[in-house]
């Protein structure tokens, strides 16, 4: 992890649109009901998760599956558990609408910033000043700004990073120890490259099925993006970064230690039974994956005006169905 | 409102506190759920408040009236729209404990916090030290140490305090007739003093009572905790300290125009006819009383352990019943 942050290739980083996609990540009025903002299943205090199973969105719906962090998820080539998402931008989108996350509409979200003056003018100073593409506030520029402030969200300086970087005492014995069984065992065949994940897809299950309860039989994972039959459950294979400080773990959130979760993964993805003392060397290594958490001032919102839309927190049957879960 | 934040009476101010009450009233596993933190419903990007007419609660409950700022509300005498809470440490531990709110119990508090090493050090660098008082992970100094927190909470600089120090600029003229207005009306009969109310009870609908859309027939106020027949309908007069920032107004959250709520007190607490100007001169010296707003960092709270009880967010009917709404 880069201890600066890098630019990104399609979306130019500028001081405006950081601090507008941070007040966008927390104001609740992008969210139906004015109660769920993106930092209630991303909280900035808690690794941009939310230490549930699964989200609870909006009319206390719990969704499908478990909320995966932002942080580094920028240097994520997929997102989302089943890569529905093609970039951050059109991935932050997505749980604006969702039905069971917060429930609203690109016109609402719109009709909400044109209504309050200091937001109106963010929009017109960072993508205004050509007549051509039209008016600057959009629900796609919403996803701009708030992919600009989740792009600034990395973790730098983990220990792991520093013993790469040379120190050869960040990593304990125990801990380097657990670095090989990583790669020796083949964790690192699918969890590579910066984010140790993050870069491909792969049956949840390539040796031996989980139970129902890890691998629910309703949610055949990324089938439902490409209607192939070899996609069914398969998944994203997350990021390690910061492991630690987000389970509980798997798309279905059912396991809640982080020793459980190695454990799980050496039956069912690579087909080894390893004794206690290799499975605690590598959870003591992914320990050391954890890196420097971001800090942001909370920012001061601009208050509601006479035509900022009233929340909405009742639950439509409408909008309950559809793509969303 | 002072510049600089005075000293507590009976709760010593100390940098250690204010961060550790900062942490709790962030942390979402203060609430049974995981999901609700103070911050949820006293948000600090919207002027400690969640613009919703009653707070949206555990279960997606919604409860009973509508959420006060806490804004300057260590300079308020009485707490609670019907004054149930002795003071501010009292206060922030009734939601807490609320079903509608945040549904948790003291024992389930504690027990969360005693899983997090970070929290039990600075309970015990804080509130430890003389083993006659016993464990310092206690529930009530949550309390203690939220105070303190809140307590920070203050908005100097609002233009009427810079025209009360003498800058005869710092009201237009509209605005200076509207506070000439304020007072000859009879408004500041009630809302008086530093925060311009939050020093009594009055009851709601003084001289005509209101519709039973403004006044709800079921919540009877300050009677419920003093079962005096004077005390029906009964509330605290609110401070008008950052209005504009705090709609929609009154105990009940129907009226969410300032304008509107200006109306509404001059026929059923005053008595009186105001004609437009009228109103529209007090409403435009009431966004005189915006002062600074607070900024805090966000605070990163510490990381789940295998003994951090697991989020409740089930509703259960037991805990549905009861003293809190």
């Known amino acids: 992890i880069p201890k600066s942050i890098p630019a990104l290739a ?9 601090q507008l996609g941070k007040m ?42 478990n909320a995966p962090t932002l942080l580094n998820t920028r240097f994520n080539l997929v997102h989302f558990w089943e890569g529905r998402g093609e970039d951050l931008a059109e991935q932050a989108l ?21 209504s309050l003056p200091q937001y109106v003018e963010m929009f017109e100073k960072i993508f ?26 990395i973790t730098p300086n983990a220990r792991f990073d520093q013993y ?34 993050g870069t491909e897809y792969k049956p949840f299950g390539l040796v031996e099925k989980p139970g129902a309860d890890l691998l629910p039989p309703g949610d055949k994972g990324r089938y439902a993006v490409t209607k192939t039959a070899s996609d069914k459950f398969v998944f994203k294979v997350p990021s390690l970064r910061n492991v630690e400080l987000t389970p509980p773990y798997f ?28 499975m605690d060397k590598i959870t003591a290594f992914l320990r050391t994956l ?23 927190p009742g639950i439509t049957a409408e909008k309950a169905v559809g793509k969303y879960k």
Chains 1, 2 share one sequence.
């Open 10 to 18: 399609k979306n130019p980083l500028t001081p405006e649109k950081i």
């Open 24 to 65: 966008l990540f927390f104001d609740p009025r992008l969210s139906a009901s004015g109660v769920i903002s993106c930092n209630t299943c991303h909280n900035m205090g808690l690794a941009l998760v939310d230490l549930q199973e699964a989200s609870i969105g909006h009319g206390w719906q719990k969704g499908g599956r």
């Open 94 to 114: 997505d749980p604006v609408q969702g039905a069971m996350r917060m429930n609203n509409t690109p016109q609402r979200v719109v009709a909400t910033l044109k």
């Open 128 to 153: 205004g000043g050509d007549p051509r593409l039209g008016d600057p506030v959009t629900f796609e520029n919403v996803g701009y700004a708030l992919e600009a402030f989740v792009a600034t969200l």
């Open 164 to 197: 790469l970087r040379g120190d050869e005492n960040a990593l304990t014995a125990q801990e380097k120890e657990g670095l090989e069984f990583f790669i020796d065992k083949g964790c690192a065949t699918c969890h590579k490259g910066m984010n140790l994940g």
């Open 251 to 278: 798309h279905s959130g059912q396991v809640w230690g982080l020793r459980d979760a190695v454990e799980v993964m050496g039956v069912v993805q690579i087909g080894v039974t390893m004794n206690e003392g290799e």
């Open 290 to 312: 954890t890196g420097e958490q971001p800090k942001v001032e909370f920012p001061i919102l601009p208050p509601n005006t006479d035509a900022t839309p009233r929340p909405t």
